[in-house]
């Protein structure tokens, strides 16, 4: 199966930290960023042909689920850095299917419904500097982004799920706007898109150094995608508010320092 290419964006999400200086060879710097995700759209139909179509949103309702994603990133030279993030999500909730609905392998009556869906990736970024000026700074990369998707169906004496693991290639561009030397504006995204399905991972954060060490951000990620193919049809559509903490060690001295 072929679940969303996306985390969000799980999302979420790319901690949007760019370095405005050049970078330093060897370090490193790592983020946590907390996240409260809504559901602005979930469709699911499998099989395509013959499997039920309905929306999870619909039948669960969108509240908000918390999450954490994780980053670490290195610096290779002046101007290429690497980036790896961990963004795990599992949204879970209990409604009542109005109809019968056909899922995966199993049949599920009107009445009361648990559903599950999870989604989470793993991703490591090469991202090279194309441009650095005195307000803006650029970064674009590719991504090699792998998912470990499920959704399921649970009712008394019923259950049934689709789960896949699979692989995604995604372009990555990110930019950084600095205000002044405390303050920037960080915007990152991670996407492909071809004619069986696409994933977009968007993220834009204020972001605030209260002291050389330490850099904290607040923000908004969106993460949309989905895949139509023979086995699948799913779509996603994922907001979130975003906090994060993040700093930055240079392995030369061992200080750490503030991330970008």
């Given at each position: 199966?072929?679940?969303?290419?996306?985390?969000?964006?799980?999302?979420?999400?790319?901690?949007?930290?760019?370095?405005?200086?050049?970078?330093?060879?060897?370090?490193?710097?790592?983020?946590?960023?907390?996240?409260?995700?809504?559901?602005?759209?979930?469709?699911?139909?499998?099989?395509?042909?013959?499997?039920?179509?309905?929306?999870?949103?619909?039948?669960?309702?969108?509240?908000?689920?918390?999450?954490?994603?994780?980053?670490?990133?290195?610096?290779l030279?002046?101007?290429?850095?690497?980036?790896?993030?961990?963004?795990?999500?599992?949204?879970?909730?209990?409604?009542?299917?109005?109809?019968?609905?056909?899922?995966?392998?199993?049949?599920?009556?009107?009445?009361?419904t648990?559903?599950?869906?999870?989604?989470?990736?793993?991703?490591?970024?090469?991202r090279?500097?194309?441009?650095?000026?005195?307000?803006?700074?650029?970064?674009?990369?590719?991504?090699?982004?792998?998912?470990?998707?499920?959704?399921?169906?649970?009712?008394?004496?019923?259950?049934?799920?689709?789960?896949?693991?699979?692989?995604?290639?995604?372009?990555?561009?990110?930019?950084?706007?600095r205000?002044?030397?405390?303050?920037?504006?960080?915007?990152?995204?991670?996407?492909?898109?071809?004619?069986?399905g696409?994933?977009?991972?968007?993220?834009?954060?204020?972001?605030?150094?209260?002291?050389?060490?330490?850099?904290?951000?607040?923000?908004?990620?969106?993460?949309?995608g989905?895949?139509?193919?023979?086995?699948?049809?799913?779509?996603?559509?994922?907001?979130?508010?975003?906090?994060?903490?993040?700093?930055?060690?240079?392995?030369?001295?061992?200080?750490?320092?503030?991330?970008?």
């Amino acid at each position: 199966m072929k679940i969303p290419t996306f985390c969000a964006l799980a999302i979420v999400l790319g901690s949007t930290t760019v370095s405005a200086q050049a970078t330093e060879p060897g370090r490193f710097g790592v983020s946590v960023e907390g996240l409260m995700v809504w559901q602005q759209r979930n469709d699911v139909r499998i099989p395509p042909k013959t499997g039920t179509p309905f929306s999870i949103v619909d039948l669960i309702g969108s509240a908000g689920t918390p999450s954490v994603r994780t980053e670490a990133t290195v610096a290779l030279n002046d101007r290429q850095e690497l980036r790896f993030v961990h963004a795990p999500l599992r949204v879970t909730g209990q409604g009542t299917a109005t109809a019968p609905i056909s899922f995966a392998d199993g049949l599920f009556q009107p009445g009361p419904t648990d559903a599950e869906f999870m989604f989470n990736s793993y991703r490591g970024t090469w991202r090279y500097r194309v441009h650095q000026g005195p307000t803006w700074t650029w970064q674009v990369g590719a991504t090699a982004f792998i998912r470990d998707a499920r959704i399921s169906l649970t009712q008394p004496g019923r259950y049934a799920k689709d789960a896949n693991v699979g692989f995604v290639p995604l372009g990555h561009i990110a930019g950084k706007a600095r205000i002044n030397d405390r303050w920037h504006v960080g915007l990152e995204l991670d996407g492909t898109a071809a004619p069986q399905g696409r994933a977009f991972d968007f993220s834009g954060t204020l972001n605030y150094r209260p002291t050389p060490k330490v850099t904290l951000s607040a923000g908004y990620r969106t993460v949309e995608g989905g895949a139509d193919v023979n086995k699948v049809y799913t779509f996603a559509w994922l907001n979130a508010v975003v906090g994060k903490v993040g700093g930055r060690l240079d392995r030369k001295s061992t200080r750490l320092n503030s991330s970008h």
